[in-house]
């Protein structure tokens, strides 16, 4: 069981994600991370990225939850907080899932992938 790190920033002329991770993926809006049965994802804020907030991560309605302990702020009392969620042990298959986020007082939202490898 290992941590897959998403780093989210705000691209450049829009306001819209580029997210990286741990694992070398990189692009605007969307990429896929590959993690196994147990990992824990770790999304975080990129220090002065444009990104103000994590508002929130869950499944899109159309996808499977392969999270065992849901995605939740490591710190709710701090609106910078990086989010963590474990994958469940038996989890399959791949989930689309949504990233609620703010620029100021703004909401925004957009939709990566995790994609299980057992």
């Given at each position: 069981m290992s941590t897959e790190i998403i780093n989210i920033s705000?691209?450049?002329?829009?306001?819209?994600?580029?997210?990286?991770?741990?694992?070398?993926?990189?692009?605007?809006?969307n990429i896929t991370t590959n993690v196994k049965p147990g990992d824990t994802v770790t999304?975080?804020?990129?220090?002065?990225?444009g990104i103000d907030q994590i508002t929130g991560i869950t499944a899109k309605p159309?996808?499977?939850?392969?999270?065992?302990?849901?995605?939740?702020?490591?710190?709710?009392?701090?609106?910078?907080s990086d989010?963590?969620?474990?994958?469940?042990?038996?989890a399959t298959g791949t989930e689309s899932y949504s990233i609620g986020y703010k620029i100021g007082d703004e909401p925004f939202m957009d939709d990566p992938i995790l994609k299980v490898n057992n």
């Open positions: 705000k691209q450049e002329g829009n306001n819209q994600l580029y997210l990286t991770d741990n694992e070398g993926h990189s692009g605007k809006d999304w975080k804020l990129v220090p002065n990225g159309d996808s499977q939850d392969i999270f065992s302990v849901d995605p939740a702020p490591v710190n709710p009392n701090d609106p910078a989010w963590t969620g474990t994958v469940s042990p038996d």
